[in-house]
């Protein structure tokens, strides 16, 4: 319905079912295996694209040409997008993408300290592929896993200092399930955990 409904963009439209929960990052593989473009951004249906978000990330990468992947600032807010439900605009450190910080040094912090910003992730969809995408082996875990892989194999982590989207925060969500003083969610705990930072033996 929302596919007719929006018919007039003419904008190609895709509705992807499956017949078990894979989880997110079974969707990501899927849309993934559907997408033609060049690059890839992927936002949930409870979050919200600003205008200009893909404007902004394409001339970053046009200005930044060896940029593979990226992430920017967020915008928290709480059941409606409405100046009343605004919370706090979250920015990343700087000092994780300074330029003199090399990918290895990059790498060596994720595998310590979680960073970056999943709902504002943007990803070249040729290396993607060749990376053999999301990894379904963490099904509520989309991005921390990838980042670790992307990282890993050297393609730094760039930082676009823009508000690209605007993150409803729920207390039942996946990403705020983690404890109030805790550094990483629950999910997080459970890879580093069970997996022991299997790509770290990669590199």
């Known amino acids: 319905k929302w596919i007719t409904d929006h018919s007039s963009a003419n904008i190609p439209m ?13 969707n990501c593989n899927r849309g993934l295996e559907l997408a033609n473009g060049d690059w890839i951004k992927v936002i949930a249906g409870d979050d919200i694209l600003a205008l200009d978000a893909i404007q902004n990330y394409v001339e ?8 593979k992947h990226l992430i920017a600032n967020k915008i928290l807010f709480k059941d409606t997008a409405e100046l009343s439900n605004i919370q706090v605009q979250t920015k990343s450190s700087r000092y994780l ?13 994720i595998t310590k300290m979680f960073f970056g910003s999943g709902p504002t992730y943007f990803v070249n969809t040729t290396l ?21 892989k992307m990282i890993g194999m050297g393609h730094k982590m760039e930082y676009m200092d823009k508000v690209t989207v605007y993150y409803r925060i729920s207390e039942t969500s ?25 790509y770290r033996a990669e590199r």
């Open 128 to 148: 993607l592929r060749q990376l053999g995408g999301y990894d379904e082996r963490f099904p509520l875990l989309e991005d921390y896993p990838l980042y670790i």
């Open 97 to 109: 993408f300074r330029d003199e910080l090399s990918a290895k040094e990059q790498y060596y912090i």
């Open 14 to 26: 895709h509705l992807i079912t499956t017949y078990k929960n894979t989880g997110t990052s079974g």
């Open 174 to 198: 996946v990403s705020h399930s983690k404890q109030q003083d805790s550094i990483f969610t629950k999910n997080q705990i459970r890879m580093i955990k069970e997996y022991k930072y299997l």
């Open 60 to 67: 970053y990468i046009k200005l930044h040409p060896s940029t």
